[in-house]
């Protein structure tokens, strides 16, 4: 059974939050600042983190980055709506995936859900490696490799570059990759996609400002080119 790391100083948000994680199956640990959080962290490895990025103490963004300089642990933050600049940059720092304030628990559950078996699952496209430039996608070991060196990369990072590399020259809009890499639809949204894009251009590409593998097509999306 998968354990979820609530991170929120409000009760209410924390306790609505549990009461649909645990009707979904999952146990919970809960934290109310962000140094309570990183002790949890610390004392065990739970299995997602929903992570609110207004925290006394030490702040959801801090505690964003404190994670991802130890694991790949799956994170889903929460802003404030209209925070636009707290979301970009949590999703900068590796963050997974987002929800605004006030948001659908039931949402919440449902990404949780998806996050939790992109996790679980094997890896599809199991057999030959695939290869471009320097760089090696093991989809068995969930592991890329740029000349010869491991990257350290988040779950959808993995999941993004793999749903791309295994569907060469094919322009996907924003929508389309929300929807086949995050497992739902987001015509409001398509913030998540580009940063992750652009995350894994800088650790990819050899120049991540003129890209030759992740290409912007402009007016329809992105496409991979081997």
Request: glycine share 8%.
């Amino acid at each position: 059974m998968s354990t979820v790391l609530v991170v929120d100083d409000e009760p209410i948000v924390r306790d609505v939050v549990v009461r649909y994680l645990e009707r979904d199956g999952h146990k919970t640990l809960e934290a109310a600042s962000g140094d309570e959080a990183r002790r949890l962290l610390e004392l065990g490895s739970p299995s997602l983190v929903v992570l609110d990025v207004m925290l006394p103490g030490l702040s959801g963004l801090e505690l964003c980055r404190w994670i991802r300089a130890r694991s790949d642990l799956p994170i889903v933050m929460l802003t404030a709506r209209g925070e636009e600049a707290d979301r970009i940059v949590g999703l900068e720092l590796g963050a997974d995936d987002y929800l605004t304030k006030p948001f659908s628990p039931r949402e919440l559950a449902v990404r949780v859900r998806n996050l939790m078996r992109r996790t679980a699952e094997p890896a599809r496209g199991e057999g030959q490696p695939i290869a471009f430039g320097d760089v090696v996608i093991d989809a068995t070991a969930r592991e890329v490799r740029k000349g010869g060196e491991l990257l350290r990369l988040t779950l959808k990072e993995f999941d993004l570059l793999r749903f791309f590399a295994s569907n060469p020259r094919q322009v996907f809009s924003r929508n389309q990759l929300m929807d086949r890499v995050w497992g739902y639809e987001s015509a409001l949204d398509t913030g998540t996609v580009t940063v992750h894009v652009r995350r894994l251009r800088k650790k990819i590409e050899q120049d991540a400002a003129r890209p030759r593998h992740l290409e912007t097509v402009f007016g329809a999306g992105y496409r991979f080119t081997p």
